[in-house]
């Protein structure tokens, strides 16, 4: 007989916890390889370097509200089913995670200081999208995925033609988030409606800006 798990809103804000703790301080790890040691470590002159880590930091931070946008809409999701779809999703999301934090540590450079901030505002983003149902939960992950994905094909065209490493971890990180949405969009996901979507490629934007740098 299968146990039914009855989460008190104790338990659900103790794993919020623990993955901001994971996310943040500890060491993530990834369930499969990094697929940038494939590919040979060229020596990129400084400039080159600071631009890698710029955008490889701007992208660790994309996974860092990845992980906390998920956590928060399974935070509040009432049915099972969709807490676990969410929980896993962030599992996924944890590989990207890792190969951007082994990637920044592989260009001598490191995450963004204002990472908990982006963490904590994204938890209420995504639990306020979770409490508005199902719908919104995935439309919210189809609209994130979408821009996640437009942000790394940028990315992959103004990366240093010689990061290889960097090109293979973000190459693989587009299929995956395109597989999310798709996967999300198939599940019911609803249309955001104006300005919803305007207002996330503003924050994004925002967040590019300063994770470049900070
Ligand atoms: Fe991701
Ligand atoms: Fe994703």
């Known amino acids: 007989m299968t146990a039914i798990r009855h ?3 104790l338990d659900r804000l103790l794993d919020s916890a623990q993955n901001a703790l994971v996310t943040l301080l500890g060491r993530p790890r990834a369930a499969r390889c990094n697929p940038g040691l494939a590919e040979p470590e060229v020596v990129l002159d400084p400039p080159e370097r600071r631009h890698a880590a710029g955008l490889m930091r701007i992208n660790h931070t994309g996974e860092v509200c990845a992980q906390a946008l998920y956590v928060g809409q399974a935070a509040v999701a009432r049915d099972p089913a ?13 590989d990207h995670l890792a190969w951007c934090a082994d990637r920044l540590r592989e260009l001598d450079s490191r995450p963004s200081l ?25 439309g ?37 988030e395109a597989r999310h949405a798709e996967h999300a969009r198939k599940a019911g996901a609803r ?21 470049y740098r900070i």
């Open 82 to 94: 969709t807490r676990d779809h969410l929980l896993a999703a962030a599992q996924e999301e944890t």
């Open 7 to 9: 989460l008190d809103p």
């Open 140 to 176: 919210f992950v189809v609209e994130t995925e979408r821009q996640v994905e437009a942000h790394l094909e940028e990315h992959l065209a103004t990366l240093p033609a010689a990061d290889a490493r960097s090109r293979a971890i973000l190459t693989v990180m587009k299929q995956d």
């Open 114 to 138: 204002l990472n908990p901030l982006w963490y904590a505002g994204s938890w209420l983003i995504g639990a306020a999208a979770g409490l508005r149902g199902d719908g919104w939960n995935l």
């Open 191 to 211: 249309r955001l409606p104006p300005p919803i979507p305007a207002l996330m490629a503003a924050t994004s934007r925002l967040m590019k800006a300063v994770a």
